[in-house]
């Protein structure tokens, strides 16, 4: 999401308000791209299905990031076999919150803010701040169900917008920033209790979690960049200007395989704001005809079954990028793998949005679109097979 700097409290918490609503138009847009028949017209064939934990639900806040980012973490734990535990994505996006707001301050309010991040955000939380179960940490006040940022998040932009416009931005600002926080989703218990011990967030990360922030490796595809280097994307949310691998188009998908059929997953930043992107209908797909092209009765078609698509080269994939046709929208995990009736093969992708579509939770995208609409990838190095570890010099 793009800021432009505000004028005035009003302005801030009105530009605020649109970043927490963007995510619940961009789903409820997605709930109405239906075909009756969808589910009817795939038969699905499992090819690989790596385990995961439970299906979550964001809610109204703009941390599907922190939710695919932490399942991703989850299922490591079972890959290195360990007992997974539902880590709290709260508790991630509000440090990540923290550290965001200090670049903001620090770069004079020239940078964006709001509820956005990347995945390598929860590694950078866990290297620093640690993890929490969920039930220990659900920011969820008395009688809620669902995390809503509505309120809170302007909130927390206008206190770091005044901070910016001050020349000599006091010491003592961050308490504020926290105690917002606080109000809003609760403290941070300095320990607490998981199956009959005590545990700091830093303990509980080292010991329970047991992962190696430093293990992990972030991927994209950009043919404006060197290949096989790293290069920093230059999205908004990445707000920590991290550096990824740069590796070619058709490499995206190697990679992806390579990491499933070893039994490693993926965590999958991605454009869904497309309208062959159906939540509802749980397909993503890139079709042979642009949208506009399309008569009413190949749009009521679009998922009503497998179809042909066209081969997305890497010039098309960088003009996408370029004039924001390719948006960063959403992060989501890559499970497994299966084949449609006709052999198509299509990535298991699990969501943050419930269990309201017709694959509860789950859904299913084309490799075609994954090549086309992938912002980035996050994964073990292991994942990657030996040749390309060697072209990127891990």
């Not at 302005?11 to 109405?32: E, V």
């Not at 009688?143 to 006091?170: D, H, Y």
């Not at 948006?327 to 793998?337: A, E, F, P, R, S």
Request: with cysteine; aromatic share 12%.
């Amino acid at each position: 999401m793009n800021w432009k700097k505000s004028i005035g409290l009003a302005a801030a918490l009105f530009i605020g308000s649109l970043h927490i609503h963007a995510q619940d138009n961009l789903i409820n847009a997605l709930k109405n791209n239906v075909s009756d028949n969808s589910k009817e017209g795939f038969k699905f064939t499992e090819v690989i299905n790596l385990r995961n934990t439970s299906i979550k639900d964001q809610g109204s806040s703009g941390t599907c990031w922190s939710y695919s980012g932490n399942s991703f973490l989850e299922s490591e734990m079972i890959r290195i076999g360990k007992e997974p535990v539902e880590i709290s994505s709260i508790f991630t996006a509000r440090n990540t919150y923290i550290e965001k707001a200090k670049n903001f301050v620090r770069l004079h309010g020239r940078q964006a803010q709001g509820d956005g991040g990347q995945l390598h955000d929860v590694l950078t939380i866990f290297r620093k701040y640690g993890a929490v179960p969920q039930d220990v940490y659900t920011g969820l006040q008395a009688g809620q169900t669902r995390n809503n940022f509505s309120e809170m998040s302007p909130i927390l932009q206008s206190i770091t917008e005044s901070v910016a416009k001050n020349k000599k931005p006091s010491s003592t600002w961050i308490k504020a920033f926290t105690a917002a926080m606080d109000a809003y989703l609760g403290e941070v218990p300095e320990n607490f209790q998981y199956k009959g011990k005590t545990y700091t967030p830093r303990t509980f990360a080292d010991e329970v979690v047991g992962i190696n922030p430093d293990d992990y490796v972030g991927i994209s595809s950009f043919e404006e960049h060197a290949y096989y280097k790293p290069f920093v994307l230059l999205i908004p949310d990445n707000w920590s200007f991290e550096s990824f691998y740069n590796v070619k188009i058709n490499d995206l998908t190697d990679i992806i395989d390579n990491a499933l059929q070893n039994g490693y997953t993926v965590a999958w930043a991605t454009d869904v704001s497309e309208k062959s992107f159906s939540w509802k209908n749980g397909v993503a797909y890139v079709p042979e005809k642009p949208i506009e092209q399309m008569t009413k009765e190949e749009l009521d078609n679009m998922f009503n079954g497998p179809k042909s698509e066209p081969q997305i080269t890497a010039t098309q994939r960088q003009q996408a990028f370029d004039n924001y046709t390719t948006t960063d929208d959403h992060g989501m995990h890559i499970v497994g793998l299966v084949k449609d009736q006709n052999g198509k093969e299509y990535y298991i992708v699990k969501n943050s949005w419930g269990e309201s579509n017709d694959y509860k939770g789950y859904m299913y995208a084309t490799k075609e679109f994954v090549r086309y609409k992938t912002i980035s990838l996050l994964l073990h190095k292991d994942g990657l097979n030996k040749t390309m570890r060697s072209q990127l010099g891990i």
